[in-house]
C-alpha cells in the first residue's frame, strides 16, 4: 500500500473533481444526517445511497470492499450489543439466537430496530470519512484549510506527516529487522518483556526522525517556509456548476433532514 | 539519580511507581485473563471485566459531571495552548512558539511516527470503529517531555491519520484528537527534568506522565462518545454516534487507560532519558525554544 498520497485513490469521478469545501461539506454530512433519524429504514437508505456514490466515485472494488468489511465488523458487533440492550425490549419477539457458549439471545421487534438505527449511526460517519480521503488528495485537504481561514501551517503538518509515513515505516521495518539479527525476540515471552523489547526499536527510529527533522527544516528554511503567510497554490479551487449543484443537494438533505426532526418524520421505532 | 537530591524524593519516586505499575498490571491481568469464553455472554448482560466494571459501577450520573469537568478542563487547556496562554504551576503565563520550520517539521514527522506506529497494529480491534490495542502510544510522553507542544500537536495529529487510515474516523476522532493531545501535554507540562536523572522526575513521570495523563486521555474521550451518543442525557434525541453507555465507561475508557498505562510505563521513561541528549544537542528539546512573555 502506497501511502504517498494518504488513502487517496486516483480516478476522474464527478466526486474526485469536486471542490475540496464541498467534499468536505459531504463529509459533514454523512456525520450529521443519520442523527436526525430514529428509523433504521430511513438511515438503511442513506447508507444505501453512500454506498451508490462510493461505486460512482470509482474509487476501485478493494476499497469498497474495505468500507463493507470495516461495515461487517461494526455491524456483527453493534448490533449484538445493542439488540439485547434493556433499554429497548418492547414489541413482539422476531427470533431467539441460541448462543455458542450457552444462553440464547431475545431479539425484540424495537430491539431489532433500535440496534440497527444505532448501527448506521456508527456506520455511515466511519464510511463516509473514509470516501472522503479516498477522493480529497492531501494537497486539496491543505487547500481547505486555506479556503476555510483555519491556520495553513496545520494542514502543511497533515500533509507533510502523510507524505513521511511511509518513510518511517520503512525506517521500523529496517531497524526491527537489524535488532532482530542482533538476537532482539518480540515473539515470545510474557507481556511485559514483549512491551520492553520495543525500547531497542524506539531509540534508533526517535534519533533517526530527529535527524529527519533537522533535514526537513533545513529545507523548509532554504524555500522561505512561513515567510509569507497566505500561501498560494499551483491549483487555483473554484466553484463551477457541478460544485453548486452537488452542494445544493447536500444543503437541501440537511434542511429537510431538520424539517423532519421538527415535524416527526422517521422518528417512529416500529415496522408500520 | 542525582547526589544532590533528598533520598526521600527517591522513595517517592519508587512508591509512586509500584502504585502505578500495580494499577496499570492490574487492569491488563484482569483484562487478559477475562474469561472469553462465558465472556461474550457477560457483556450482552451489561457485564465488564472486573477493572471495567468498577469504572462503570461508578454510575452514569458521576461520569456525566465527573467526566463533563475533566473534558470541559481539557478543552479549555488546549484551546489556551492554540491561543499562546499556558499554565505555569497554577498561574497562566502567555508564551510565544515562533511555529517555525522546526516546529513544523517536529510536528508533522511526530505525526508520522505516531501514526505510522498506530496504524500498524490497527487490525487488533477492540471495540469496532473506536478502539484497537495501541502499543505506539508508548511514543506520546516521549514526544511531550521532550518536545513540547509541537509533539503533542503531533501526536493528536498522528492520532487522526490512524484514524483515517484504520477505518475509525468519524466524529469520535474530534474527541481522540484533543484526548491524544493531552496524554503528550500531561507529561509536556508536569514533568520538570526531561533528562529523568532524579528520583522526582521519575515519579513526576509515573504520577503526571503514565497515571494522570492516561486516565484524563481516556476519560476525555470517553465522555465525548457518551456525550454524543444514544444514551446522552443532552443529545439523546440527536445522537451522533451508537455506542452504548455501559460499553463506553465498562469497555471503552478502562480499556484506553490500561492500554496507555501499562505501555507508557514500560517503555516512556528509559527511552525519554536515552533520547534527551540527542534532542538537547540538536536543538529539539522544547525548553531551548520557547520564549515566556512577561
Known sequence: ?272 | MTSKEPPSYKLVGVIVAIIVLAIALYGTYSFLSWNWATGPGDLLAGKGWTFGQWFYNLGLDFWLVVGGVIWLVGTILFLMELGGVTLEGLKLRRFSLRWDAVDIATTALCAAVYGGGLFATGGLTIIPGFTWIRPANALTPIFGILFGLPGAFGTAIGNFIADAFAGFLSVGSIGGFVGNFLLAWVPYKFVKDASMRSGKSWAQFYLWGVLIGSVWCAIYIGWWLYFIGPQSPVLASFPLTGLPAFLVWGWFTPFVVINNAIVTAFVSAPVTAALFPYAKKWGLYWGDRIQYKS
Not at chain 1, 502506497?2 to 468536505?24: A, C, I, Q, T
Not at chain 1, 515470545?188 to 534519533?207: A, H, K, M, T, W
Open chain 1, 1 to 272: 500500500m502506497g501511502f504517498e498520497l494518504g488513502l487517496y485513490v486516483e480516478g476522474n469521478s464527478f466526486m474526485h473533481k469536486l471542490d475540496p469545501r464541498v467534499k468536505l461539506l459531504f463529509a459533514f454530512s454523512l456525520i450529521f444526517l443519520p442523527a436526525f433519524y430514529r428509523d433504521p429504514r430511513i438511515n438503511g437508505s442513506i447508507y444505501g445511497a453512500f454506498l451508490l456514490l462510493a461505486v460512482l466515485s470509482r474509487v476501485g472494488i478493494k476499497r469498497i470492499l474495505t468500507v463493507l468489511s470495516i461495515s461487517a465488523v461494526i455491524f456483527f458487533m453493534t448490533f449484538l450489543i445493542w439488540a439485547t440492550s434493556p433499554l429497548v425490549s418492547g414489541g413482539r419477539t422476531l427470533f431467539v439466537l441460541p448462543l455458542p457458549w450457552g444462553g440464547a439471545i431475545n431479539y425484540t421487534e424495537q430491539g431489532v430496530l433500535y440496534a440497527l438505527n444505532n448501527v448506521f449511526l456508527i456506520l455511515i460517519p466511519v464510511s463516509g470519512m473514509f470516501l472522503y480521503v479516498s477522493v480529497t488528495t492531501p494537497y486539496e485537504i491543505v487547500q481547505s484549510f486555506q479556503l476555510l481561514h483555519l491556520p495553513f501551517k496545520i494542514g502543511f503538518a497533515f500533509s507533510t506527516a502523510l507524505r513521511f509515513l511511509p518513510v518511517m515505516f520503512n525506517d521500523t521495518k529496517q531497524i526491527m529487522e537489524a535488532q532482530m539479527s542482533r538476537g532482539l525476540d518480540l515473539q515470545s515471552g510474557n507481556i511485559l518483556q514483549r512491551i520492553r523489547g520495543y525500547i531497542p526499536i524506539f531509540i534508533p527510529l526517535l534519533v533517526k526522525m530527529m535527524k529527519g527533522v533537522q533535514e526537513l527544516s533545513l529545507s523548509l528554511e532554504t524555500r522561505c517556509f512561513g515567510v509569507n503567510p497566505q500561501r498560494s497554490f499551483v491549483k487555483e479551487a473554484r466553484f463551477k456548476m457541478l460544485d453548486y449543484a452537488a452542494a445544493a443537494i447536500m444543503i437541501l438533505a440537511i434542511a429537510f433532514s431538520i424539517y423532519a426532526k421538527t415535524v416527526g418524520i422517521g422518528q417512529s421505532l416500529t415496522w408500520a
